[in-house]
């Protein structure tokens, strides 16, 4: 057998990488749904030896030198992506010198174990000191990241979980939104004051609505030969593409939001379930970004999930499963997955007000990692944006304003654009969608959402990574990111 | 900082591995219990990459010198157990070159799988040739094994399962044991001659059972912040110390196997839950052998399990949790377990007739390493003995006689006695914790267990493997195993 080449050796690396990301899928998923409190502290540490030798592995000397010699190797143009793809994997899990990575553990560490009572405390006091040691790391790694890739430093951290989105771009696209979406929000509420106040109806059992996550998983398409449906206390979709393993958290007043976010996860899961097996263990067969994720998610809650088609064919199965919702009025479940109510939690965010949320996220974490604010202004300048965009202020509410998220404390910059990304993404794939086969509502109003499924696949499932994002979605629609498509989505539905 | 010495090297080098263990164990868990089918390829993709990184970590050269450095050092005698733990660890997971290691997992595999369709057909024929090639790298192993320590090739293997047992003492043991066990069956059999048919009572449901067993669970006080209770086709224990998976399977016919399977099973987790918690790490820390993990799981099933008392306080979980037996007298749940009845099956077999299928087995793995016999002799030399044991012919019925079993054809010489060996153990333990607190058959009879875990925990638990199986058993019991105690259990219970 002739010595591997340069591209056959990365190939092999990264394989075995995949495996091990495997193992690390795995026991997190059992963490998070199956395992007794008694056993975290063992989890924790076998979790970190793992990390350990995954980090080992990625950054070994002989694979610098392996990208550079593949690069002259006759590729064809999937092994381009391919190593395309690897590169990037390679530069992002070598970039950071061993102490800032540790120092940064530390710190996102410290400042997260800590937020959790600081949050309920409303103590920003506290809370700030420890944010401004992660954010001041943050602004290091950017720095980093940006002088060895090229790019800026917010750009640089949007390369982790969007690779090729800009800063530039983000300005344009929420500063159009802005000019819009906060009187869209106003005019929807006016709209919607005039609607009867919903009627309770008691406890769903858990049991009951897990039957019904299923029943309605069964309706997406959900292989449950490559996956599982299970509880956590934060929904996730997790485990591998042969294995995806699904959550959700029942709350016993409220079946609705638990079974959306079924629907949610059902469409990361499709994503995962229909990736190209050929390439399942190689970066480039991997997810194309958060964003795109997000995007499927998003398709299936918004765009497919909260349709009037979809939750006409939703309420039999509702009446079927929960006894106590069997004379629910179908009216009823269409206005709980229409009602827009400005808030003051991300989460919790309707789909018209949600954008709102990331917008304010984006401009906040861009101008920190920029150095133009600082952390001590987060507060006055959260408080008056949130009037601006929800009319609300969270002056002296820190807990329900600035405070009620985990991602800055845990060090992830660059991240919040992509679910409002993923909503725009998924707008302009369903418009894209319908203009392709124009036949598509009169099916899915039949049931019938095998187009739609096909159509994904076709254009996003199986496309993994072979693309960077602008060339995928503009294979798949025409266009690149086209913010417009969300807009008239928003209007159609909610005006 | 000092550098390290060589023990606390090895120390870290055996920590590091107990992590990645943990790995192992819990994806091994989900395989047999969570994961969906299809998940299957990626999963033993994964977990075969970890036993490369295992044996790699295993076999580093550097451990070697170690282990000869820390010989010198001034050790505690908890480092000296330690140290000597660490060297048999050591020494079973290096003593086979890589290519031996390659052609047994190879010949196992293809061994194993072919089985499961050989043993429904009942073809020896083929299965022989497949069986062959096994047996044949196993003699190889037991040799190198015995080249490397010193010992016999039988002893060699059973070294790996059951440190210290010698084959001379299991003939002694067993050889005795064939003077009165097929005599004492023969009576028993024809005592029960004339016990009533039990009734059946419809089906217990799933859910039913399980609520039963965790009734029963939290009556044998295990630990349910560091465990938990699942469903696998085939019952085992599993997961880590700190967070220990017990599994079974429901018969909805029948509920008292499943039953008693939980108490067995229970058995297993207490002791790996009252392992010392500052030494699990190591090999020191961990269970002392596979006889003596099984001597814990039969003295909770057969000792205490199966005892009058006992039974009297299962009565009425039973009653109250499943719905068709609530009418079921003591009498008949008394008798579902005493029933002795020769079978061809071990897994079905009953307490007083499951020692003849070990001392069969054990008979013939030795006479085939030992190379007086061949492969092609065992069909005609089981169905003798199993006229001999238990008066039933297995002629031209191999699938019920000697394919019943994966062990041989997984490649499993010296394990089998670990059975026997730990219901022995059993014995003798229940006898030294009756002469030591002469009021714990009171205080069982009235529910109070305390006494018994509490001895338990003191003379085995919380000595992990500080002492070898021998010196543990002396401890415990003021002398080594002597299997009278279980011929007196056993004639003071069944006559
Ligand atoms: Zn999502
Ligand atoms: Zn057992």
Known sequence: ???????????????????????????????????????????????????????EKSTQPQLEEWLEQAKSQNLTSVQQASLREMERSWRNSTALPADLVKAK?????????????????????????????????????????????GLSR?????????????????????????????????EVVDKQASWPKLKQYGNFPSEQQKQLGLAVMQKLQFDFKHGRLDVSAHPFCGGVPSDVRITTRYEEEDFTRSL?????????????Q?????????????????????????????QLGRSQAFVEQLHPLVKQHLTQAKNMPLSELQQHYLSVKPGYIRVD???????????????????????????????????????????????????????QDVHWPA???????????????????????????????????????????????QHIWSQASLYETDELVERATGESLNPAYFQQHLRSRYL
């Open 1 to 55: 057998m002739n010595k591997p080449n340069a591209y056959q050796q990365l190939s092999q690396h990264f394989q075995q990488l995949a495996k091990l990301s495997h193992l690390n899928a795995i026991t997190s998923w059992d963490q998070a749904t199956m395992m007794p409190d008694g056993g975290n502290q063992a989890r924790a540490e076998a979790l970190a030896e793992l990390a350990v030798i995954i980090h």
């Open 411 to 457: 060090g992830l910059i660059g991240y919040f654009p992509s679910y409002s990304l993923g909503a725009m993404y998924a707008a302009q794939f369903h418009a894209a969608l319908v203009k392709a086969k124009p036949d598509t509502p009169d099916a899915v109003a039949k049931g019938d959402y095998s187009g739609v499924f096909a159509w994904l696949k």
């Open 349 to 403: 965010a309707d789909e018209l007000t949600y954008p709102a949320h990331i917008m304010l996220r984006y401009q906040l974490e861009r101008d920190l990692i920029n150095q133009e604010i600082k952390v001590a202004d987060i507060p006055e300048l959260w408080d008056q944006k949130m009037q601006q965009y929800l009319g609300l202020s969270t002056k002296g509410n820190d807990k329900n304003g600035c405070m």
């Open 260 to 272: 959306m976010g079924i629907v949610h996860e059902t469409g990361h899961a499709r994503y995962e």
């Open 105 to 149: 553990s530390l710190a996102t560490a410290r400042c997260e174990h800590a937020w959790r009572e600081q949050r309920k405390a409303n103590n920003w006091q506290a809370f700030q000191v420890n944010l401004q040691a992660v954010m001041q790391l943050a602004i290091e790694e950017a720095q980093i990241r940006a002088d060895k890739s």
């Open 274 to 302: 229909n990736l190209p097996l050929d390439l399942v263990d190689l970066p480039v067969g991997q997810a194309r970004s958060m964003g795109i994720h997000e995007s499927q998610s998003l398709f299936f809650e918004m």
């Open 154 to 186: 917010y750009d640089a951290m949007l390369d982790l979980y969007e690779p090729g989105m800009q800063m530039q771009r983000l300005d344009l696209v929420f500063g159009e939104l802005q000019t819009w979406l906060p009187q869209l929000i106003q």
